[in-house]
Structure formats: C-alpha cells, structure tokens
C-alpha cells in the first residue's frame, strides 16, 4: 500500500520503489513510529476530531501489532516504502476503516521527524551511560596510578614530569565535555514536531501540548515549517559524538604508542589485543587502532549530514530522507567502541617503573632545576642557561641530572649546594606542583574522587 497512490493511474517502477525505499533502514524506529502513533490518536480522542471509542480500538491494536513485532510474530515486510506505511497498513489490515483514521491530521513529514527525534532521545541517554561508564573507569584507573611519575609530552618530547593518574584525568575531562555536548544536543531534540503536518500545520483543532505530554517532550516546535526542515538537532548530535570520537582517537594513539616496546608505560590484556599471522612475537592493540580508524567514518556521517542540508529550501525534501543512514551509523559506531574501549582501559597493566625510568632521563626536571638557582637568587635566564649546559654534559656523559656529582654542579655556579639533589627529584618536582589543576597526586585523588561523586549524583 502506498499512502500517496490516488494521484497515480499505475504502479511505481520496481527499481524506482526500491531506491525510494526507506524500510531498510527506519524500521528501527518502529518502536518510536507506534509510540507517535498511539499518542496522536489519543490525542485524536481527546480533541473529538475522531470519535473515542475509534481513538481507544486504535491505541489497543496498536500495543498488539507493537507486542507481535517484539515477539517475532509479525515479521516487518521488507517491501514496504517504510516504516510508517508498514505500520498503518497492518493496523488497517487488522481493523479496516479505523485504522485508516489514524493519519487525519498528520503528515509522514511531521511524522518522520517525530519518530527520528524520540529515536535519537532515546539513543542520547544510550550513549551518556557509556560515557558516564567510561569515565569512572578512568577516574579509578586515575586515582590508582595518582602517584606513577611518567614524563608529560609538548611536541612528543618529554617536557616535565607529571603522573599516570594526571594524565587520565586530562581524558576524562575530554569525555565530562563529550558527556555535556550530548546532554545540549537531547535538550534541544526535546521538541515535538507532531502537528506541523505537512508543512503548514492543520485545520483540526488538536492538542500538540497533549501530544508532547503523552511522548515526553519538554515542548512543542513553534513554525510548522522549520518543525518538518529542520534536522539541525542530526547535525549537532553528529558532531558532539565526532568530537567523542576525537577524543577517543587521540587516546588510542597513546595507548598504541604506550604499547610499544620503545615506551613499554602499559600493557593491554590479552583479551584486548591480537597477534599476527606470521610474527610469533606480536601483540598489536587492534582495538586502539580500530577506534582511531572509526573516527573517521563518524566525520564522514557529519558531513553527509551537513552537505545534505546545506542547499535545500523549506520545506521537507526527500533530500532529508539521507538523514538517517548518518545518524544512525555515527550512533552505532561511537556505541560499539565504547563498548571495545571502555573494558580495555579497565584492564589496562601501567608499569610505573618504565614510566619513572623515561621521566628521569628526559632531564624533565630541568625546570626545576632552574628554578632552584631562582630560589638561590639567580636571575632565570641566568639559571636557564647554566641548567641547559648541565644538560648537555648529561647528554654527552650518559648521566642524569639525579646522578650528576655536585662538584660538576658547583663547577657552573657556586649557587648550587647538596639540597639541589632533593629540589630535582622527580617526586618531589610532582608533588610541588600543587596548584589546582596540576598533577600532584592530592590533586588527581580530589579531582578522581569529585568527578566520581558526581556521577554517583548523576545515576
């Protein structure tokens, strides 16, 4: 059955009606399709624009249609134009001239960009738990590692020392503003476009605030026109999970590098990880990568999106029927790393003495150095250039700044005594900076520990 076929004298081209075809892929929102449905019609009710008794013998057939589908006693045809035909057709089917009642004062464009909007709530608190998940796995991971000194990195050379658990929480940061964006994108979804009609609403005298009532929505859409448009709330999702994206790549490239025998700082259990077909040897982070690799796909889901939309004039155009394919798969894919990613990171091995052994000979606590002769009353750019030629006799002579004897201190300035031993350590260089937000293991515990009290409240 076509919804549109009393203007046409003969049927659609086979192949036409297959590329036309959106079943493929929305009957996934048939769940959403029917919950629209029941509400529209109870709102039919309501109003008196169909009598209730039909609104009631509506509703009760369609709770049965969604109970067989759930069941498997009602298989969706895969013929049908979509979701929203296969649907109708079968309540019409099941109880003739009432069902065919249904559709009064609603369009598939309205109806459409309904079922995709409470599809897309739904999928939003799907990926908050993730994330939430995620998080508090790497807050403990976090506080655990809150004192394993590691060097931090400014142009992938070792800078300072920081600490495994530091570095952590940088990353759940990433995923608290990840979690955020989402949280906007659903708030501003929150928004029933049901009454819209086709693009200038309707002559019957319904409820939409009865309608939003009845799905959850927090309001109505106020332009008919924009109501059926607009798929802004596609595009801010598609970005908000690309940056997730993004920032599940950047660290998938750190766990890769972690890895490697030229860092050694973790190792990933054996359940996370794979071998190869010819090195006997290997142990390669294929979920790291495959995460790092899926990003881009998600770009390209937002820039369908974006492109689709970009030329097209008001109202709906079939253009838009695009729309879902993107969401669904940039949702789909961001859920199925998470799911790889989250217990990889969870059983994630840190060796803290690898970590130390970097940080010591990266001459990390250079700085610190330099600040000791400050102290002493050096002028800095003074205590700069002493520091960088004891770095270079280190260099040459294979020593370090922890192993270097104080006479050669005292050799490049007098200002050097015994304590300077105690201001260099890497320890205490970590646990010195202890102002908020630096790494001092108090510092990652507090924030771990907030950050983890937070979700608790959350739940």
């Given at each position: 059955m076509k919804l549109w076929a009393g203007r046409f004298s003969k049927e659609i081209d086979q192949k036409t009606n297959d590329f036309n075809s959106s079943i493929s892929f929305d009957r996934r929102m048939i769940q959403e399709d029917i919950a629209g449905s029941i509400a529209h019609a109870t709102m039919l009710g309501a109003c008196g624009v169909i009598d209730e008794s039909e609104s009631q013998k509506i509703c009760d057939e369609l709770e049965k249609i969604r109970e067989d589908i759930l069941s498997g006693a009602l298989p969706i045809d895969p013929n049908a134009e979509d979701v929203h035909t296969?649907?109708?057709?079968?309540?019409?089917?099941?109880?003739?001239?009432?069902?065919?009642?249904?559709?009064?004062?609603?369009?598939?464009?309205?109806?459409?960009?309904?079922?995709?909007?409470?599809?897309?709530?739904?999928e939003c608190d799907a990926l908050c738990r993730q994330i939430k998940e995620l998080i508090a796995v790497l807050c403990n991971q976090a506080i655990t590692h809150k004192g394993a000194v590691m060097p931090g990195y400014t142009h992938l050379q070792r800078a300072q020392p920081i600490t495994f658990g530091h570095h952590l929480m940088a990353y759940a940061e990433m995923f608290l503003r990840d979690l955020g964006r989402i949280e906007d994108a659903k708030a501003r979804m929150d928004e029933l476009p049901l009454g819209a009609g086709a693009l200038a609403g309707t002559t019957y005298p319904l409820n939409r605030n009865?309608?939003?009532?009845?799905?959850?929505?927090?309001?109505?859409?106020?332009?008919?026109?924009?109501?059926v448009a607009d798929r802004d709330f596609c595009v801010e999702l598609a970005s908000a999970i690309s940056l997730a994206m993004v920032h599940l790549s950047r660290f998938s490239e750190e766990i890769i590098l972690w890895c490697s025998w030229e860092f050694k700082f973790v190792e990933?259990?054996?359940?996370?990880?794979?071998?190869?077909?010819?090195?006997?040897?290997?142990?390669?982070?294929?979920?790291?990568?495959?995460?790092?690799?899926?990003?881009?796909r998600v770009f390209g889901d937002l820039m369908t999106l974006l492109t689709m939309l970009k030329g097209l004039p008001l109202a709906y155009n079939k253009d838009m029927q695009e729309d879902k394919e993107a969401i669904f798969d940039a949702v789909?894919?961001?859920?199925?790393?998470?799911?790889?990613?989250?217990?990889?990171?969870?059983?994630?091995?840190?060796?803290p003495e690898n970590m130390r052994k970097a940080a010591a000979k990266g001459f990390i606590n250079a700085t610190d150095c330099a600040d000791y002769l400050v102290g002493k009353g050096v002028a800095f750019r003074d205590a700069y250039k002493i520091t960088g030629s004891l770095v270079a006799h280190c260099i040459e002579t294979d020593q370090t700044l922890e192993s270097l004897p104080i006479e050669k201190y005292r050799e490049l300035c007098d200002a050097f005594d015994g304590d300077v031993y105690d201001a260099i350590s890497l320890e205490r260089c970590v646990n010195g900076r202890n102002v908020l937000g630096a790494p001092a293991p108090q510092n990652v515990q507090a924030q771990g520990e907030r950050v983890l009290a937070w979700l608790k409240e959350m739940k």
């Open positions: 296969f649907v109708e057709g079968e309540l019409t089917q099941r109880i003739g001239v009432s069902g065919k009642r249904l559709h009064t004062a609603r369009s598939r464009n309205d109806q459409v960009a309904l079922d995709i909007r409470l599809y897309l709530k739904k009865l309608t939003a009532e009845l799905l959850g929505f927090a309001r109505v859409t106020n332009n008919s026109l924009d109501s990933l259990d054996d359940a996370f990880s794979t071998g190869s077909s010819i090195m006997p040897q290997k142990k390669n982070p294929d979920i790291a990568e495959l995460v790092r690799g899926k990003s881009g789909d894919t961001l859920k199925l790393c998470l799911t790889a990613f989250i217990p990889m990171v969870e059983t994630m091995k840190a060796i």
